[in-house]
Antibody, heavy 117, light 113 residues
Framework: EVQLVESGGGLVQPGGSLRLSCAAS????????MIWVRQAPGKGLEWVAT????????NYVDSVKGRFTISRDNAKNSLYLQLNSLRAEDTAVYFC??????????WGQGTLVTVSS | DIVMTQSPDSLAVSLGERATIHCKSS????????????LAWFQQKPGQPPNLLIY???TRESGVPDRFSGSGSGTDFTLTISSLQAEDVAVYFC?????????FGGGTKVEIK
């Protein structure tokens, strides 16, 4: 059974940092492109970052460039998102998702990040 | 960036009736190299992650009921639910994967009339 399980969310003050993790199982993780997508409360979906299969290709939505870093460890079947200099507008549920090419058919349940003082 | 615009924002349809959702992209998502439309549709139920329904604009994901169909090309696309069931109540999103950044439509909420 394919599973993506996110962890690491929580309440953090503005300017703070968090590291999100996404543990993959049930598929060959190293063959899949991976992304992070976020959803602010009651809002739509926003792509945040993409990483290619071997981890040497990454891109980010403009609003997080220089603050967030996506990475992966294929040996551990894990995806990460380092969130620095957090702002209130980063408050959202963060989903990890995987796909062959850019068709993302595997999704985790999400982890909530709340940025508030 | 490619802007995805969905309409309507919400619709209420009687059980067994047809539901039609529209998605328009600000530029074509049809690739001239492979003649494919880089357009996907997702369903999201409350408290759940998005679920892929359709990719390449009209290819149904494995396990998706055949009452769901996608059509369109270039900049204009449609998701049709041919006979609405109670379990189809959800928000539906289109998404283009033609170019970075990946972008989603704003969503269409489907309810039972």
């Amino acid at each position: 059974e394919v599973q993506l399980v996110e962890s690491g969310g929580g309440l953090v003050q503005p300017g703070g940092s968090l590291r999100l993790s996404c543990a993959a199982s049930g598929f060959t993780f190293s063959n899949f492109w991976m992304i992070w997508v976020r959803q602010a409360p009651g809002k739509g979906l926003e792509w945040v970052a993409t990483i290619n299969k071997d981890g040497n290709g990454k891109n980010y939505v403009d609003s997080v460039k220089g603050r967030f870093t996506i990475s992966r460890d294929n040996a551990k079947n894990s995806l990460y998102l380092q969130l620095n200099s957090l702002r209130a507008e980063d408050t959202a549920v963060y989903f990890c998702a995987g796909g062959v090419g850019w068709i993302f058919d595997y999704w985790g349940q999400g982890t909530l990040v709340t940025v508030s003082s | 960036d490619i802007v995805m615009t969905q309409s309507p924002d919400s619709l209420a349809v009687s059980l067994g009736e047809r539901a039609t959702i529209h998605c328009k992209s600000s530029q074509s998502v049809l690739s001239s190299s492979d003649n494919r439309n880089y357009l996907a549709w997702f369903q999201q139920k409350p408290g759940q992650p998005p679920n892929l329904l359709i990719y390449w604009a009209s290819t149904r994901e494995s396990g998706v009921p055949d009452r769901f169909s996608g059509s369109g090309s270039g900049t204009d696309f449609t998701l049709t639910i041919s006979s609405l069931q109670a379990e189809d109540v959800a928000v539906y999103f289109c998404q283009q994967y033609y170019d970075a950044p990946l972008t989603f439509g704003g969503g269409t909420k489907v309810e039972i009339k």
